[in-house]
């Protein structure tokens, strides 16, 4: 269990992939995104919603990119495949926890805390292009794919 433990810390100095390509220099890690994504989930976090499941998934959607790396749309893997290589890293890395099936699950789930993750996940980003400054195109990406009126208009800058 340690080993996964330390394996874990290693996001906080895995630089996030897209923020490279767009020539951000210290750009944030995949742990502070993750990071970002949990406090937004916290805050926006529909009553109707249970909000530990949501944090719960929100701290490990990208636990696997510690083995995978930052896999973005240019680099050329397909969406299922990268799917799946996240999916095996997870279930390998999860194997000594004694909740690794609950773990599991959460990973698998599809349901509206699911949904909702993946909709903090892109205003996450949309944040954060904010911050950086001149980056439209992740906050075009995100406005794609973002649906509740108020996360749109927090995703613009």
Request: hydrophobic share 45%; charged share 25%.
């Amino acid at each position: 269990m340690k080993e996964l433990l330390l394996e874990a810390l290693k996001l906080k100095s895995l630089p996030r992939t897209g923020w490279i390509r767009a020539g951000i220099e210290n750009p944030e890690s995949v742990a502070a995104h993750s990071w970002g994504v949990a406090w937004l989930c916290m805050i926006l976090c529909p009553k109707e919603l249970n909000k530990l499941k949501v944090l719960e998934m929100a701290l490990i959607h990208d636990l696997a990119e510690v083995r995978i790396g930052d896999i973005t749309p240019y680099d050329g893997i397909d969406v299922a495949e990268k799917h799946k290589m996240e999916s095996a890293a997870f279930v390998e890395m999860t194997e000594p926890l004694y909740n690794r099936q609950h773990l599991r699950n959460l990973w698998n789930e599809q349901s509206a805390e699911a949904d909702f993750v993946k909709q903090m996940d892109k205003l996450d980003m949309a944040l954060q292009a904010q911050e950086y400054g001149g980056l439209e195109e992740f906050i075009d990406s995100a406005l794609q794919v973002l649906i509740n009126p108020v996360h749109r208009e927090l995703a613009r800058p």
